[in-house]
Structure formats: C-alpha cells, structure tokens
C-alpha cells in the first residue's frame, strides 16, 4: 500500500493512501474498511487492484491514524466525510467499495451521492438485516470503556491476542478470522477509538442487533451497478444476508466465496481481485439521471422485484 498522506477536513487530520493508476486515467475506487479496522484491511488485493485502477483508501474518523474527535459517527456522517475528501483531492466519481461497516458507510455514500457513484460494490456488508455478532452488540452497551480498558491493560492485551491469533491459526473455518480480532482488540488501548468505536455501534443497533438497512431503498440500485461479495463462513454478519440483497436487488451480481470468512479479500485475495475485474468490465458506470432517480423514488421500486437470481459461488 502507498505510503500514508494526510489532509485536515472541518478541523480533524484524516489519513488516506492513494496509489495505483495514475488519477484520470483509470476508474477510481474508494476502498472503505470496516469497524474497528484501518485502510490496511485491504493490503493483501492492493498490489493487485493497482494494475488496473487508481486506489484511495481513508481511515474513517475515529480508525488508523486519522482523528478521534467527539463528533458524528453515523454512516452518514461518514458518507459526507468522504465526499470532501474526493472534493478536496479533485475526484469527481467512484467506485465505492465497502466491507463490513464500511459497506453501510458505501450504501449511504450512493444514496446520499448518486451523481458522485459510477458502482457499489459490498463485502460481507452491515445494514442487510438485524442479525450480527453479539460480541459487537456488546460495544454499544454502558459499561464498554472498563470492559475494553480491562482486556487491553498492559501484559493481559498481549495474552488475549496471542490466544486470538493462534486460534486464527488453527485452520478452523469459524476461527480464521480471529486474528483480525487480534489487531482490533490491540487497537482499543487508544481511548479515542473505544470512544468512536462505541458511538459508531449505538448508533446502528440495539441490543436486539442492527436497526439500519437499505433493504426499503436496495430498488434504487437498478440505476447503479451493484456487486455484492460474501465469505461463506462470516461469523460476523451470517451469509444468508447476502440472499436478502438478491430479494431486493435482483439485478446485482452476488457471489458467495466458499472458503473465506468475514475478510474475503484476505482468505481469498486472488478469486476477490478476479471479481472486482470481472464486475469492472462487465458492467458501465452508472449515469446520473434525476428524471431517472425522480421515477424510481416515485414507484417505489422496479416491477421485476420479484425476480430474483441465486447466488454464485467461488471454491
């Protein structure tokens, strides 16, 4: 990945790498990572994804090096984030691709900026239905900080995540993604990024799971490409969410990797670049139109809801 460049937007630093193509050249993505992570979550398909097009990948408010500030931590405060930062660094459109939270933060960036979205393309995304995790719920419960204070004092932090990292080990599917867990519960010794990891959680769900979702406004795709990547053994946010896209999305192109987790694009970084080529070239950015968007906001959906592909899968 490139090396770390930094910008100051309303008053807090935000750290990004831009490489790849040159810009102008090639379609742009806008890579974001999920909760808890950094933009290093997509190390392992950069090299790999820089043949083909110009990458920007932000830590969002709150993760990686850029700012933890008290401030807005919903989906769409993220989404307005980044269309400053594109405006600041002079890109007009992108692709956006999101995983985990950063696919609610990539929804809300095409619902919120249409014009701004050539595609969308989702990994093992949030905001499809209310079941996740109860280990994420639990973040948004009072009593957070102690228990995160707790488990990440010095000597006890580097027990847990050397026991996370060799269960991630093992070769256990439901295991192999403990060692991303390792490096997110090694992160919350920053008191700033317990504090934005806890308001991004109760902001999003309850103790009853997820209470966002796109699915009331998946219709809207129909005017925007839409790709959608699943690992078959997501612990996190269970696969069946990926069937729930295919209901409400029909014409996106949903593909579940069956030997990958909740990191796709790390358990599989190969057959992951391989699809987002394959969907790059299959598919033309999307034209904004606001007679377009007025009529389907207007019907409230496409006629051929009904229709629905199956899922594809990847060994």
């Known amino acids: 990945m490139s090396e770390s460049q930094f910008v100051t937007v309303h008053g807090h630093r935000r750290a990004y790498a831009l490489g790849g193509r040159d810009l102008g050249t090639a379609p742009v993505l806008l890579l974001l990572h999920g909760l808890g992570c950094d933009r290093h979550t997509w190390d392992p398909v950069w090299a790999r994804l820089a043949e083909h097009y110009t990458l920007l990948a932000p830590d969002l408010l709150g993760h990686g090096e850029s700012a933890k500030p008290r401030g807005d ?44 979205t050539e595609r969308l393309v989702l990994v093992d995304p949030g905001g499809l239905g209310p079941e996740v995790t109860p280990l994420i719920r639990a973040l948004g419960l009072p009593g957070y900080d102690l228990a995160l204070r707790l488990i990440t004092l010095p000597g006890v932090r580097q027990v847990n995540t050397a026991v996370l990292r060799t269960l991630g080990r093992s070769g256990l599917p439901g295991l192999r993604d403990l060692d991303e867990v390792a490096a997110i519960v090694d992160s919350f010794k920053d008191p700033g990024k317990r504090y934005a990891v806890h308001k991004l959680v109760s902001g999003v769900m309850d103790w009853r799971g997820q209470n966002i979702t796109m699915r009331d406004r998946a219709y809207l795709t129909e005017a925007m490409p839409l790709c959608i990547v699943w690992g078959a053994h997501d612990r996190v946010l269970p696969v069946a969410h990926a069937e729930a896209v295919a209901e409400v999305a029909p014409t996106a192109q949903v593909t579940v990797i069956t030997d990958a987790g909740h990191f796709p694009h790390k358990d599989q970084p190969e057959a992951f670049a391989d699809l987002i080529d394959g969907f790059m070239a299959s598919t033309a950015p999307a034209s904004y139109s606001r007679a377009k968007w007025g ?19 990847l060994a």
């Not at 906001?297 to 199956?310: I, R, Y």
């Open 73 to 116: 931590y919903s989906p769409g405060g993220y989404a307005n984030g980044m269309r400053d930062l594109l405006t600041i660094l002079g890109i007009d459109k992108v692709t956006v691709m999101g995983h985990s939270f950063g696919g609610a933060v990539a929804m809300q960036f095409a619902y919120q900026f249409p014009e701004r």
């Open 295 to 313: 009529r389907l906001l207007k019907n409230g959906g496409p006629a051929h809801l009904s229709s629905v592909e199956p899922a594809s899968e």
